[in-house]
């Protein structure tokens, strides 16, 4: 257990007034996370004992059913994830399922005070949830599905952390989501603890590129506001990746923090180890698309398609950022919000030069374009290597610069 300070630092809890107060040597202070991150040198074990009255059931149906008739490989491939994570969590067969891809194309990891949720979807069949709840003894809740059993050796958040390793090894997934619970004001005034990831990096180191995802959703400021807590907790949870079905990422701010600075806008830049991965600079689709979150345009130039929160009085601001960047690629589409005002924006456009096809000039120079295509709710920026003849071009045009 971590002392009171210790865990205030590690954990961020925030006591109010009415939690302050003092507590005896032994009483467990809820605020503060039960698991520490001062990690134990033994790895966990997944191999765990479980009620031997429903693993002999489950034995007993696999090996009438499917044991004689097709053999253990076939009974492992046909189970679903709730049974899967019960032969896991069974010792002596957890060493046949190392390379068992979950049936499932989505996976949403929750986190909420004293708990983690991990939703399992497979689209043929219902939605399978497995959570992990604290317990004031330092052990945990077990629920899979509606079954629930009690673990007084093991944290909640190792636990989820066992499972999610587990259950992520070799997945092919369309998305994967990690996201936070709304606030209950029936618990304490802190934000939910997040050690499960950093039990994922140090037990898991193996799985590196063995999650196959198209898409990844995610919340920023878990850890913290600034831009090394961010990049650290986005490279915590997509080292796993593979770069090769990586597709599209969607960010949000998270806005449910206890702390009056976690709900101010989020300016994220991420840094070189981040932004020379492959898996970033490989991305076809970015998703900002959040008043809270800023990022520079540097960020995401490699990107074909990139959804942005646009005030349109930062309009010709964000202009001069996209032409700062000296793009090169052919074309780059950013889908605005709903409130953008293209009318007002093809206003403030008048300064460049447009020409017959409704492409604004950047800098004059036939290299560097945009247009604003209001239907689609879309701003496009265009790359032209070879300029064309600028006699030519200003013959076409329909309107001047104005100064």
């Not at 950093?198 to 590196?208: A, G, K, L």
């Not at 990586?246 to 101010?264: A, C, D, Q």
């Not at 447009?354 to 374009?369: I, P």
């Amino acid at each position: 257990m971590l002392s009171w300070k210790a865990g205030e630092n590690a954990n961020r809890a925030h006591p109010t007034k009415k939690h302050a107060k003092s507590r005896k040597p032994n009483e467990i202070n809820p605020e503060i996370d039960s698991d520490s991150e001062k990690f134990k040198e033994k790895k966990l074990k997944t191999c765990k004992e479980f009620n031997v009255a429903e693993v002999i059931k489950l034995y007993e149906n696999y090996h009438k059913e499917e044991f004689r008739r097709m053999g253990r490989p076939y009974s492992y491939k046909t189970a679903d994830c709730l049974g899967l994570l019960l032969l896991n969590n069974a010792c002596g067969v957890a060493e046949h399922l190392t390379n068992t891809r979950f049936p499932m194309n989505r996976v949403i990891v929750s986190r909420a005070y004293g708990k983690v949720k991990v939703q399992m979807h497979d689209p043929s069949k219902p939605c399978q949830n497995a959570e992990y709840w604290r317990c004031e003894n330092s052990g945990c809740i077990i629920w899979r599905g509606y079954h629930a059993r009690m673990d007084e050796s093991t944290r909640f958040q190792q636990m989820a952390s066992a499972d999610l390793g587990f259950i992520l090894n070799f997945a092919k997934l369309d998305e994967l989501e990690y996201r936070t619970e709304d606030y209950n004001p029936w618990n304490p005034n802190v934000d939910p603890f997040f050690n499960f990831v950093r039990y994922m990096e140090r037990d898991y180191d193996t799985f590196e590129n063995s999650i196959f995802a198209t898409k990844i959703t995610m919340e920023l400021g878990w850890f913290g506001n600034s831009d090394e807590d961010n990049n650290r907790q986005v490279e915590l949870l997509w080292k796993w990746l593979n770069n090769r079905n990586l597709e599209s990422m969607k960010f949000r701010k998270w806005t449910g923090s206890r702390l009056p600075e976690g709900n101010e806008v989020l300016k994220w830049e991420i840094g070189s180890s981040l932004a020379e991965r492959h898996r970033w600079t490989h991305l076809k689709e970015l998703d900002i698309q959040d008043r809270n979150l800023k990022m520079p345009a540097k960020n995401y130039i490699h990107c074909d398609t990139v959804h942005i929160h646009l005030e349109t009085d930062h309009f010709l601001e964000f202009c001069d950022e996209m032409l700062e960047t000296r793009f090169k690629k052919k074309m780059i589409t950013f889908i605005v919000n709903e409130a953008f005002d293209f009318s007002r924006a093809k206003e403030m456009a008048k300064r460049y030069e447009c020409y017959a096809n409704e492409k604004y000039d950047l800098e004059n120079d036939m290299t560097r374009f945009f247009e604003l295509k209001e239907d689609d709710a879309q701003i496009i920026f265009y790359y032209e290597k070879q300029s064309r003849s600028r006699s030519r071009s200003r013959n076409q045009s329909t309107s001047r610069r104005q100064r």
